[in-house]
């Protein structure tokens, strides 16, 4: 049985594990005669739970500062009964992050342990600045599971100007209490979360605090303070006309090139720097980009496949994908959607629909998108005459989508 080699960005061989593999087959199948067929009784494999709106960062880069602390929340009952009846319907992992800070829920704590309790993979996407709810729930988590902490820099007033915090946290406490984390779980995998902000960046005409030459001291401070990997990727913006998260849009060809050597430069000074213990991770964009090929990942087929492999779950609603939480045209159903067998059949239907009628060639040009190549394979594996038996098989390890 092959193996499945990339973990964190392998998005069509975590669609051929041997606990997703038939379900990928039955997609398929469904798509080739979808017309006049109902689609396959089966939710997301992997879900973005955003507990809350609420975030005590004002960090300017916020590709969802638009819908962050409109006093809106997932309700803990709500959030049991959606995990109820996805995990029902064959889901195998949750992400919580996005839209808001999970740990300001007050019920943070009880929702890990519920999620946990039904043997879910769970990675949590935190600012740091309560790692104290993730230390009480640490013990739960296993080798499968992650803690990734947004630092985006690796000096204080870096740090500061990026993320603006209310309260009182500095990076080196965060960098401590991120720490105390993995020596409480050494098997729960760390991260280090730099998000890259090149010279000239500008939101709504003001400049945003560029962090390219820390690219290297992170890989150290990293090191230092026991995380498992550092994860690079593209700083996003938001497009104000059609609040799309936008890659590198209106950059001429020159100025992109003087970015990508620039950002390779310190990218390899932070490679040479690895070890045994702590890796780096290039998101997909990121690998595009530096490849010169960022505008190839924003050719999408006109299907976008993979919103009925993974949703995202807000308190303002389902949105079948993370670049357009909070768009209307995205918008799978209401936030409660998944809490009762009736609800779900509406939102499955609802995705069908989405499948055919959102066009994501036109309405994703701007997305570097994550899940470009597989929605590509998918696209031209359905439109052959292939067997799908010829699908081969890879072991179980990752289910985040």
């Known amino acids: 049985m092959e193996k499945l080699r990339d973990r964190e960005f392998d998005f069509s061989s975590k669609l051929r594990q041997e606990s997703t593999i ?14 006049n067929q109902r689609p396959p ?45 996805l995990h029902s319907h064959g889901l195998l992992s949750v992400i919580l992050l996005g839209g808001g800070e999970p740990t300001l829920h007050r019920d943070f704590e009880e929702i890990v342990r519920s ?12 600012n740091g600045s309560r790692m104290d709810k993730v230390a009480n729930v640490t013990r739960l988590l296993g080798k499968k599971d992650w803690v990734r902490v947004s630092i985006d820099a690796a000096r ?3 740090f500061n100007r990026l993320h603006r915090p209310r309260n009182h946290v500095t990076l080196n406490h965060l960098l401590q209490t991120a720490k105390g984390i993995k020596e409480v779980n050494p098997s729960v995998s760390l991260g280090y979360s730099f998000v890259i902000v090149w010279e000239g960046m500008e939101i709504r005409g003001s400049p945003l605090c560029h962090n390219t030459d820390e690219i290297p001291e992170a890989m150290n ?34 100025r992109e090139e003087r970015i990508v050597q ?20 290039e998101s997909v964009n990121l690998r595009a980009m530096m490849n010169r090929e960022a505008h190839q990942i924003k050719r999408q087929p006109k299907r976008c496949h993979l919103q009925f492999f993974r949703t995202v779950v807000t308190p303002s609603g389902i949105f079948h994908c993370p670049a357009f939480r909070g768009v209307e045209k995205a918008k799978i159903a209401g936030s409660d959607g998944y809490v009762t067998k009736g609800k779900f059949d509406e939102s499955l239907e609802a995705v069908a629909r989405s499948i055919s009628t959102f066009d994501a060639h036109e309405e994703c ?34 289910f985040f989508l």
Do not use: M
Request: hydrophobic share 35%.
């Open 41 to 85: 009784d089966f939710g997301p494999l992997s879900i973005n739970l955003d507990l809350t709106s609420a975030c005590n960062f004002s960090c300017p880069h916020c590709v969802d500062s638009t819908i962050i602390n409109t006093g809106e929340y997932l309700r803990l009952g709500d959030v049991k009964r959606t995990i109820d009846v």
């Open 22 to 35: 038939e379900r990928l087959r039955e997609y398929i199948l469904w798509r080739r005669n979808s017309t």
């Open 365 to 398: 040009k701007v997305v570097g998108c994550f899940y470009h190549h597989v929605n590509w394979w998918l696209e031209n594996f359905t439109n052959s005459d292939r067997d799908i038996a010829e699908i081969e098989k890879v072991g179980d390890d990752n």
């Open 115 to 126: 999620i946990k309790g039904k043997g879910l993979q769970l990675g949590i996407v935190t």
């Open 156 to 158: 204080e007033d870096t």
């Open 221 to 254: 401070l990293a090191k230092d303070y026991l995380f498992d990997y550092v994860s690079f990727k593209p700083c996003l913006i938001r497009l104000e006309d059609s609040q799309r998260e936008a890659l590198l849009d209106k950059v001429d060809k020159g």
């Open 262 to 281: 620039e950002i390779g430069i310190h990218l390899e000074k932070a490679r040479r720097l690895v070890d045994g213990k702590t890796k780096i991770l």
